[in-house]
């Protein structure tokens, strides 16, 4: 019998369809050994060693392995085909008491028979430069994250993180939300002059005067041109014709699937990155059993292999016919910064299209591989070609212009369209023209004019903060979901729509960062470090050494910060709850467990109590101003009033319940009294009908 070890157990059943009898495979659910949860486990004075340990809950499952491997006539480890799964594969060999140098190791990109019997025809010895990339990595994102969330905590709230590359991932939406903020926008105007050509109407755009580009930047300056055009006839001075072709995109990326999930499927990161998960480990498939559908999910190549091309190309022929085969295969050149180690995502059989598996496929898994399987056929298919007509026309010195696109060939544009915002589509093209000669006078039918002003760039979504970190090259494939998810987990960035908006907590986050950290937490030292981490692959560089002159930088730098007085931290917050013990007022003050209240008369009072239980108790109304909810409080008195919970940011209160309406008539707040519901202002007579 022989022994494969996998990663996870939703592969087991996949591969075991290849593998035949006589094999066994055994699934450790990820890490068996690993630093400590709860423990730095670096030895700073001793190189930087690492202490792994065994993870605690996987005790039972390592002796349960130890028994499998020592029965067994051979041990192959298949693990994950990325650097993780390579040092995954020296962890498990280390337990097993295995000479890295044995060939243990066998690697698939896809969980296909072809794939799987040409890994065991090839087993390896464990690729120790990548175990050693993937140690350095792992260390020093250890040192960050326990070295500087430390002083995050004591300079501005507890239970805060920082990380290597997170760190950076916010500074990026922070940065573009202060881009935003201090943009100015700048007026300007769009002149469309509806020309008439017997039946058809020709939609022109102002864009010269006297042939040099003209701006216009207010509504007196659209008025001088409406002045001296109006009533005046254009003459159509030149038409060009010409072709143009659109090439395929490449097959996706991580990056790119991830993207297009976003932008074509409105699918989150998180959901995204679990269907493709399940696509690649297997899945139910009506008369097939459990089968993988699709390759290695966590990769920046575009590259191909052979076979699948070829099979491709034959796919197309069949269905579309040969004029969508181009004449030799589309090949694509990979990113200079990327790893290239594996083949770009794609469909694993052209034969298993998406209404072949559309029925036993969960609707997120169904609609990810189809923008796979349709975006890696689109990447094997013909150019589109187009019929493009330009038309310049003329009136007294100022030109008009008109462009008409026309698709002659649909190519790979019969299966895949590429994502456009509308923001980017351009107001001048136009769909099919009416036949026209140079030298025609054609009358004008309307003039029409439109204010508009400059736009700020878009704050980042998901998709193009990954677009961002993978153009900018900080952190990898397999990193992208984890550390842009983490900005929201963490309360750093909140998302309104589709769109990430950093929170005052993460703008503080990153002020403080920028103060103190700006020479390592920064997308040009990250990027660097990354590359500097990838080449430990292919240079003889000793990671301890890469890992000792980040530490060199980064150690001068916590000192400074945690000499340095200042702080970020919030004040305690004053409200209009009453310390039941003294009659102070109570404050809001933020310990290591979150929020608490904490009597103001402190030392003298040292009355606390969970502001949870405070607010859930006494929640009545919503506040007119800013939507949050009202809270009932007492006065000194006794008397029952309600304020605003975001006091002091808000500091509307009521002696009555409000709706968190205003008033139609007068503005005030409208209140909740017994059965009526009706404005608070005594002198207005607005109420509403509460039969209901």
């Not at 966590?298 to 969508?324: H, L, P, W």
């Not at 008109?402 to 790979?412: D, H, Q, S």
Request: aromatic share 8%; net charge positive.
């Amino acid at each position: 019998m022989k022994l494969v070890i996998i990663e996870s157990p939703f592969k087991r059943e996949a591969l075991k369809k290849y593998l035949g009898d006589g094999y066994e495979v055994f699934a450790t659910k990820g890490h068996i050994r690993d630093l400590p949860a709860k423990s730095f486990a670096i030895d700073m004075r001793n190189n930087f060693e690492p202490r792994y340990e065994i993870v605690p809950e996987k005790k039972a499952l390592i002796e349960d392995l130890k028994k499998k491997a020592k029965k067994a006539d051979q041990v192959l480890i298949a693990t994950d085909p990325d650097r993780e799964g390579e040092a995954i594969s020296w962890h498990i060999a280390n337990i097993l008491d295995y000479d890295p140098e044995q060939k243990c190791r066998i690697e698939f990109n896809e969980i296909s028979k072809k794939a799987v019997t040409k890994a065991l025809e090839h087993p390896r010895a464990i690729d120790l430069k990548l175990v050693d990339a993937q140690q350095a990595r792992r260390v020093l994102d250890r040192i960050v994250g326990y070295k500087l969330s430390p002083v995050l905590c004591k300079k501005i709230a507890p239970k805060l993180s920082a990380g290597r590359v997170q760190s950076v991932a916010l500074k990026l939406v922070v940065d573009r939300e202060k881009e935003i903020e201090n943009f100015k926008p700048e007026e300007y105007w769009i002149v469309n002059a509806i020309l008439k050509k017997n039946e058809s109407e020709i939609k022109t755009t102002l864009g010269t005067k006297n042939n040099k580009k003209i701006e216009l930047h207010s509504k007196e300056e659209v008025d001088s041109v409406l002045e001296e055009i109006k009533g005046k006839d254009f003459l159509l001075e030149k038409l060009k014709k010409s072709k143009t072709k659109s090439h395929a995109p490449a097959p996706f990326t991580t990056s790119t699937m991830q993207q297009d999930a976003l932008n074509k499927l409105g699918m989150s990161l998180n959901r995204t990155t679990s269907a493709a998960q399940q696509l690649y480990e297997g899945v139910e498939v009506k008369g097939e059993g459990r089968i993988a559908l699709i390759t290695y999910i966590r990769t920046d190549s575009v590259r191909v292999s052979t076979d699948a091309q070829e099979s491709c190309r034959q796919f197309i022929k069949q269905k579309f016919g040969a004029e969508f085969v181009p004449e030799k295969p589309n090949i694509y050149s990979t990113k200079a910064n990327a790893q290239d180690a594996h083949e770009a995502i794609r469909p694993i059989s052209m034969e298993m299209t998406p209404e072949r598996v559309k029925e036993t496929l969960s609707s997120d898994n169904y609609r990810l591989y189809k923008l796979i399987y349709e975006r890696f056929l689109a990447s094997q298919m013909i150019e589109a070609e187009y019929s493009n007509v330009s038309a310049t026309f003329v009136v007294e010195s100022y030109g008009f212009k008109v462009t008409g696109k026309t698709m002659e060939f649909p190519g790979y544009t019969a299966v895949y369209k590429e994502f456009v915002e509308d923001d980017n589509k351009d107001s001048s093209m136009a769909g099919k023209l009416p036949v026209m000669k140079e030298g025609e006078i054609l009358p004008c039918k309307e003039i029409k004019n439109e204010q508009k002003f400059t736009k700020p760039p878009s704050r980042y979504t998901e998709a193009t903060l990954v677009k961002a970190m993978e153009e900018k090259g900080i952190g990898r494939p397999a990193t992208y979901a984890a550390t842009v998810t983490v900005l929201t987990a963490r309360k750093y960035a909140e998302k309104e729509g589709k769109y990430l908006v950093p929170t005052k907590l993460g703008r503080n986050v990153t002020d403080y960062l920028d103060k103190f950290f700006s020479p390592v937490i920064n997308v040009k030292f990250t990027a660097n470090m990354e590359q500097r981490l990838d080449d430990i692959v292919e240079t003889d560089e000793d990671w301890h050494d890469v890992v000792k002159s980040f530490w060199n930088g980064f150690s001068s730098l916590l000192g400074k910060a945690d000499a340095s007085t200042l702080t970020m931290k919030e004040p305690p917050q004053e409200t209009d709850i009453v310390c039941e013990k003294c009659g102070s007022k109570m404050l809001i003050r933020e310990g290591r467990y979150g929020k608490f209240l904490a009597c103001s008369n402190f030392p003298k009072c040292r009355n606390t109590k969970p502001l949870e239980e405070e607010v859930k108790k006494k929640v009545a109304g919503i506040c007119p101003e800013c939507g949050a909810n009202m809270i009932e409080r007492k006065s000194k008195k006794g008397k029952i009033y309600y304020s605003c919970e975001r006091y002091p940011d808000c500091k509307f209160m009521s002696w009555d319940i409000t709706t968190g309406k205003k008033c139609p008539k007068c503005g005030s707040a409208i209140i909740r009294k017994g059965k009526v519901t009706k404005c608070s202002n005594s002198e207005c007579d607005y109420k509403e009908n509460n039969e209901e």
